[in-house]
């Protein structure tokens, strides 16, 4: 077994340990590779060892790595900070644009979307800890943006997205964690137009134990699969 296919075995059996301990189904919680920064290869291979999904931080990285077919055999997702320009490169090309963070950028892919005549799935990231150097709506903002769908037939909202405060300690972000899972349960029970809820994302390599405990759906995870990121200077 190759290194990746043996990281993602032991991810699958932390999660289904954590799962049962959370008295969840096994199998509930999704496992999203993060794959930023590795290439085809590497994106290839995890896929074959299993993972639910893809997730891409850079639309350029993203455009690059289909044209390489890298993800073939797994839903793709857009998981970074998306500018309202990029969005063209994604629409109709990611399953799942997982960091919709203002009106504007939904009112952008709605256009785009009505253009391609497809229905695009989206989450709304929400900024969880409130920091002010983070995207994402507030928490407060979360209902009525997703009250707000019912103007778009061309965008169908999933769920949510987080990325909590980094932890200073040890189950840190549980309390993060419990939080976005209420707002996510309050909004799935309204059943606005143009949503379908069924995804909160939330969970990383470092936390996702504690995400599963607190009733995250999607876990997103890159470190863990891959090995440690090689930040290179351009
Ligand atoms: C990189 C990234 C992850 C994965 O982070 P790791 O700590 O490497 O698991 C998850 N979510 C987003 C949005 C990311 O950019």
């Given at each position: 077994m190759n290194v990746i296919a043996e990281n993602v075995a032991r991810i699958r059996e932390e999660m289904a340990r954590a799962e049962a301990q959370a008295g969840r189904p096994e199998g509930s919680v999704q496992l999203l590779a993060a794959t930023k920064m590795n290439g085809a290869e590497q994106v290839r291979a995890a896929i074959a060892a299993g993972v639910d999904a893809c997730g891409e931080n850079r639309v350029q990285e993203l455009v690059e790595k289909n044209e390489q077919s890298a993800y073939t055999g797994a839903p793709l997702h857009f998981i970074g900070h998306l500018q309202k320009n990029k969005a063209k490169f994604l629409?109709?090309?990611?399953?799942?644009?997982q960091s919709v963070d203002s009106p504007e950028l939904m009112a952008v892919i709605n256009r785009l979307a009505e253009k391609k005549g497809v229905v695009q799935d989206i989450l709304i990231e929400v900024n969880i800890g409130g920091e002010t150097a983070k995207s994402g709506i507030l928490p407060e903002q979360a209902d009525e943006m997703s009250a707000k769908m019912?103007?778009?037939?061309?965008l169908c909202l999933r769920g949510f997205m987080t990325i909590p405060p980094i932890a200073v300690e040890n189950g840190g972000n549980l309390r993060y964690f419990a939080k976005m899972y209420q707002l996510y349960v309050d909004i799935k029970r309204k059943k606005y137009d143009n949503t379908n809820i069924e995804y909160l994302s939330m969970g990383m390599s470092d936390d996702f134990a504690d995400a599963i405990k607190e009733g995250t759906t999607m876990i997103r995870v890159g470190t863990r699969i891959f090995g440690a990121r090689q930040y290179v200077k351009k």
């Open positions: 629409v109709g090309v990611a399953d799942l644009i019912e103007e778009y037939p061309n």
